[in-house]
Structure formats: C-alpha cells, structure tokens
C-alpha cells in the first residue's frame, strides 16, 4: 500500500553500494524504517534531501507486519538549515530526534510528530540568547508528549503545595515539598520551579536563569531521560548535548 504522509528524517545510514536505510518520524504512521534505493547515486532523486532532520513529504510502500518499507519519494520542504549552521542549536535538535527515534512507536502518533516539527522549528528561529530555553522546552515538552511527565506543580510524594525550595527526586519523577525532601542539596527555587513548569507544559518563555542554573536544567533533563525512558543506557546525541560547554 503506497502511502503519503509529512516527515522528518531522525537518522539515515548507508546500505549496500547505493542505497539508504532512513529512519523516518511520520505523523501519520509513526517512526518507521524505509529503504531509499538508489539514494547513494550521484543523479538519485532524492538528492541531499535524506540527510538528518530535513522535513517534508514522504511517499514509501507500507507493509503492514514489516519493518522495512520501500521509500517511493521524498519532497523537501524544510531542511533546517539554521540547525545545521550552529552547534548549540544543532546539538539540541539531534537530541530531539534522538528522543523520538528511540521512544515513539511505529504506529500513529501526531501529537509527538508535532511536537518535534515544532520544536525544530522554535530551534531553528529562536533568538542566540533563547536557545537554551527554547532547547530545554523542546525536549522536556516531547518526554511529556511521549507520557514520561515528571510532577512538578505539587508534592509528587504527598501532593502539597511545594514552597519557596523543592528538590527534585529521579526515582519518585518530580519534585519534592520541603517536608518530603528533607535537607539534602540541590533544591529549586521558585524562578526553577516555575521555569521547570513552562518547560514541561509548553507554555510560554521561561524566566531569565543564570547560567549556571541552565546547566543544572541540562543535567536534571538528561538524568530523568536516562532514569524514566532509556533504563539508565546512555543516548549519544544527549549525552553530548548535556556535556556541551
């Protein structure tokens, strides 16, 4: 069954002399595997347009029980160029899609393709300041899309109001009033908090943080990613995007 569906490409890799085998986010079939013969070719139709993270419409042949199709064709319509011009926003993107790839399933789930177009596209166009927020909210906003929220607008242990400090629990997935969290270090103010909520929501710019409390963001995103999705496995893409100076 040839089908017709937007997509974005999370990772391709080389088979054989001349073909591709490309790992696709589709909205319409979720993240599925196609091989692109011939796209090794110097006159291949599909060009420069597989390489990682080009958006687009892709036509391929459905085999249902498969888990590789044949790609028909792929029309480019974004290949996010400003991604690839700059490491800070680049690294955040491919940590993105390495979320998808490893996380979505290969049946329909639009709200997660969305949120990784949209989160791409704020990458891509965000402001050099508004990176970090826009990459933070990128990623946390796709972990919720994909049912991993952490708790963060109460007590995930005892449901109270969480206070001037809270500290967040990776076991637990959220954070911790001060009666739960006792005296151990590492606690979120109410401009973490209320940062950590927009991020995870999607709903609207986080507050200015220092830089050093945007790295304690980096590393808590990574953490919980590692604790909840990956069962502490390392993922490349953001592992280099957390150590990133």
């Known amino acids: 069954m040839l089908v017709s569906t937007p997509a974005i490409v999370l990772h391709a890799f080389a088979y054989g002399e001349t073909s591709k085998i490309v790992r696709l986010a589709t909205r319409d079939h979720g993240v599925q595997s196609v091989i692109a013969k011939g796209a090794m070719r110097p006159r291949s139709q599909y060009g420069a347009g597989l390489q990682q993270l080009s958006a687009g419409v892709a036509r391929f042949y459905l085999r249902p029980h498969?888990?590789?199709?044949?790609?028909?064709?792929?029309?480019?319509?974004?290949?996010?160029?400003?991604?690839?011009?700059?490491?800070?926003?680049?690294?955040?993107?491919?940590?993105?899609?390495?979320?998808?790839?490893?996380?979505?399933?290969?049946?329909?789930q639009p709200d997660v393709f969305d949120t990784l177009a949209q989160g791409l596209d704020e990458l891509s166009h965000a402001p050099a300041d508004q990176v970090p927020y826009a990459a933070l909210a990128a990623l946390w906003l796709e972990i919720a899309v994909l049912g991993f929220a952490p708790v963060v607008h109460a007590c995930v242990r005892c449901g109270r109001a969480l206070g001037d400090e809270a500290q967040f629990s990776l076991p637990e997935g959220g954070l911790l009033c001060p009666a739960c969290g006792g005296a151990a270090g590492g606690s979120l103010d109410r401009a973490d908090q209320a940062a950590l909520a927009a991020f995870v929501s999607g709903a609207g710019p986080a507050p200015s943080l220092p830089g050093r409390h945007l790295l304690a963001h980096r590393r808590l995103l990574a953490r919980f990613v590692r604790r909840h999705l990956a069962d502490e496995k390392e993922l490349p893409a953001l592992a280099f995007w957390e150590n990133r100076p």
């Open 66 to 108: 498969r888990d590789l199709h044949t790609l028909a064709g792929f029309d480019v319509g974004d290949q996010h160029a400003a991604l690839a011009a700059d490491l800070a926003r680049y690294t955040a993107a491919a940590a993105l899609a390495e979320l998808v790839l490893r996380f979505a399933e290969a049946e329909p």
